[in-house]
């Protein structure tokens, strides 16, 4: 399956932003999807996860009541909204998918593809 993220961009703290994550080549209702991302110097974060069967989520506790992870199986696309952002959040942003599985999948080893990631910066 191919993924392809977008709507990244430059803000200020407190803003909003919504990435989508689009797949093709799969059944992408069959795959449990996730968010990570990765700042500078650091290692690569679990954002959050939404499950292929159950819909539903399960995020990371650095954005918790923050973010909001859903999927329009309709459309192949899976989105993570993004509310009152902080420079902490600076990072490329990754989509990522795995096929089926009934658990919520937090580390990057689990899924089994990538997209190529968004780059989201947030100014003070």
């Known amino acids: 399956v191919q993924l392809q993220a977008s709507g990244g961009g430059l803000v200020q703290a407190g803003d909003s932003l919504r990435l989508s994550c689009v797949a093709s080549?799969?059944?992408?209702?069959?795959?449990?999807m996730g968010w990570f991302r990765q700042a500078p110097g650091k290692e690569c974060e679990f954002v959050g996860t939404?499950?292929?069967?159950?819909?539903?989520?399960y995020n990371g506790g650095s954005v918790k009541g923050r973010f909001t992870i859903s999927r329009d199986n309709a459309k192949n696309t899976v989105y993570l909204q993004m509310n009152s952002l902080k420079p902490d959040d600076t990072a490329v942003y990754y989509c990522?998918?795995?096929?089926?599985?009934?658990?919520?999948?937090?580390?990057?080893?689990?899924?089994?593809?990538w997209g190529q990631g968004t780059q989201v910066t947030v100014s003070s």
């Open positions: 990522a998918a795995r096929y089926s599985g009934s658990l919520f999948y937090i580390r990057a080893s689990d899924y089994d593809y």
């Open positions: 080549g799969q059944s992408f209702s069959k795959f449990s």
């Open positions: 939404i499950q292929w069967s159950t819909g539903r989520t």
